[in-house]
Antibody, heavy 120, light 106 residues
Framework: EVQLVDSGGGLVQPGGSLRLSCAAS????????MSWVRQAPGEGLEWVAN????????YYVDSVKGRFTVSRDNAKNSLFLQMNSLTVEDTALYYC?????????????WGQGTLVTVPS | DIQMTQSPSTLSASVGDRVTITCRAS??????LAWYQQKPGKAPKLLMY???ALESGVPSRFSGSGSETDFTLTISSLQPDDFATYYC??????????FGPGTKVV
């Protein structure tokens, strides 16, 4: 059974840093692109970052470029999002998601989300 | 960057109604479009991919159509479990994905 478990969220002051983690199981983690998606309270979904199977290709939404870094550890079936210089606008529920690289379905599995709060 | 729009933003419907949601891309994305359903407090769920392919386990009352810039999601007969928010998402390139703003079915 495919499972994605998000963790690492919390309350962080503006300008601070946080590292999110996503533990994957039940599939060949290293074969799939992985992503982070966020959702601000009461708002819609926003794609944040993509990373390919071996971690050599990474892409970000403009609003986080230079502040966030996506990475992965295939030996530990884990995905990470290092978030620096956090602002109030980064407050959101952050989901990791698997991109079905075999069938190009988009995001077929999601974590439960981890909440990041940056107070004003 | 590719922008996505959806209409309507809110849709009022009754059980048994045929429901159609429209999604438009600011530039051509071929058929690289997915639809997701999200209920309050839950992660999104994949419904459709490649514009018209039904994800495994999703009821056949859901269907998708379109290509290039204009897409639709149709629910042929709305069921009580279908009241939710629906998002389209373009994935034309790994370098940039975009979600639509969402359509809430009430």
């Amino acid at each position: 059974e495919v499972q994605l478990v998000d963790s690492g969220g919390g309350l962080v002051q503006p300008g601070g840093s946080l590292r999110l983690s996503c533990a994957a199981s039940g599939f060949a983690f290293e074969k799939h692109w992985m992503s982070w998606v966020r959702q601000a309270p009461g708002e819609g979904l926003e794609w944040v970052a993509n990373i390919n199977g071996d971690g050599s290709d990474k892409y970000y939404v403009d609003s986080v470029k230079g502040r966030f870094t996506v990475s992965r550890d295939n030996a530990k079936n884990s995905l990470f999002l290092q978030m620096n210089s956090l602002t109030v606008e980064d407050t959101a529920l952050y989901y990791c998601a698997r991109y079905d690289t075999d069938n190009h379905k988009g995001f077929d599995y999601w974590g439960q989300g981890t909440l990041v709060t940056v107070p004003s | 960057d590719i922008q996505m729009t959806q209409s309507p933003s809110t849709l009022s419907a009754s059980v048994g109604d045929r429901v159609t949601i429209t999604c438009r891309a600011s530039q051509t994305i071929s058929s690289w479009l997915a639809w997701y359903q999200q209920k309050p407090g839950k992660a999104p769920k994949l419904l459709m991919y490649k514009a018209s392919a039904l994800e495994s386990g999703v009821p056949s009352r859901f269907s998708g159509s379109g290509s290039e810039t204009d897409f639709t999601l149709t629910i042929s007969s709305l069921q009580p479990d279908d009241f939710a928010t629906y998002y389209c998402k373009q994935y034309n390139s790994y370098s940039f994905f975009t979600f639509g703003p969402g359509t809430k079915v009430v």
